[in-house]
């Protein structure tokens, strides 16, 4: 089946710093990713939606200068947390939708395994 | 607005048990509705996806049902393990999106 990569898995930073994060399709073309965050016991936020090749549409109260998002091809989209500060700790999950997958078109989102993201 | 909501938010069983956790929708206009594991500190294991046209289904001990009309569905877990216990989401993408919806999930515990 189609597969999805982050990474890094795990990552810890200091205050004031920024971090990527990379998702990946591995086996298929994505026309579309997004990007989630998620606290503890919590579900999942939606926090931007990213097409190859234009801008990421970001939810309502997700800060779009905080958290960059480039979608440069059709199997990589990056997440920059800027200026990263402790409260911007979580679980960051992205997943990937459409394109085409041993020959067929796929409209199913498929996600990968998450970022844990600790600002120090 | 277009919400999901799952109920209870936590449900405890014994081993062995057959059990229902239950997802609703606002909108019936939906493009299709998929179930999710998540085990604590993972990512999401899809386990069903019902497109809007099916009204159930099944893969192994689970079977999910759809209802678009009431806005439901329902996820039954038969024979339940120790190792079915997990967080439990239910996503639905409305028609006109691309992004899922999820609900708050149900943290699943199964005792031996």
């Known amino acids: 089946g189609a597969v999805v990569s982050q990474h890094p898995s795990r990552v810890i930073c200091k205050s004031g710093t920024s971090v990527k994060i990379e998702c990946r399709s591995l086996?298929?073309?994505?026309?579309?990713m997004f990007w989630y965050r998620q606290f503890p016991k919590k579900s999942l936020m939606l926090m931007a939606t990213?097409?190859?090749?234009?801008?990421?549409?970001?939810e309502q109260g997700v800060e779009k200068d905080k958290f960059l998002i480039n979608h440069a091809s059709l199997t990589l989209s990056t997440l920059t947390v800027t200026s990263a500060h402790p409260e911007d700790s979580s679980f960051y999950i992205c997943s990937a939708l459409g394109g085409l997958a041993g020959g067929s078109y796929t409209d199913t989102q498929y996600f990968g395994p998450g970022t844990r993201l600790t600002v120090l | 607005k277009q919400e999901v909501t799952q109920i209870p938010a936590a449900l405890s069983v014994p081993e062995g048990e057959n059990l229902v956790l239950n997802c609703s929708f606002t909108?019936?206009?939906?493009?299709?509705l998929q179930w999710f594991r998540q085990d604590p500190g993972k990512g999401l294991t899809s386990l069903l996806l019902?497109?809007?046209?099916?009204r159930e289904q099944t893969s192994g001990r689970l079977n999910a049902s759809l209802d678009k009309s009431s806005g439901r569905s329902t996820l039954y877990i038969a024979a339940s393990q120790p190792g079915d216990s997990a967080t439990y989401l239910c996503a639905v993408r409305f028609l006109g999106a691309q992004k899922l919806v999820f609900g708050q999930g149900t943290r699943l515990t199964i005792n031996p």
């Open positions: 019902i497109q809007s046209s099916q």
């Open positions: 990213s097409n190859e090749g234009s801008k990421a549409t970001y």
């Open positions: 086996d298929f073309q994505a026309t579309t």
């Open positions: 909108d019936s206009a939906i493009y299709n």
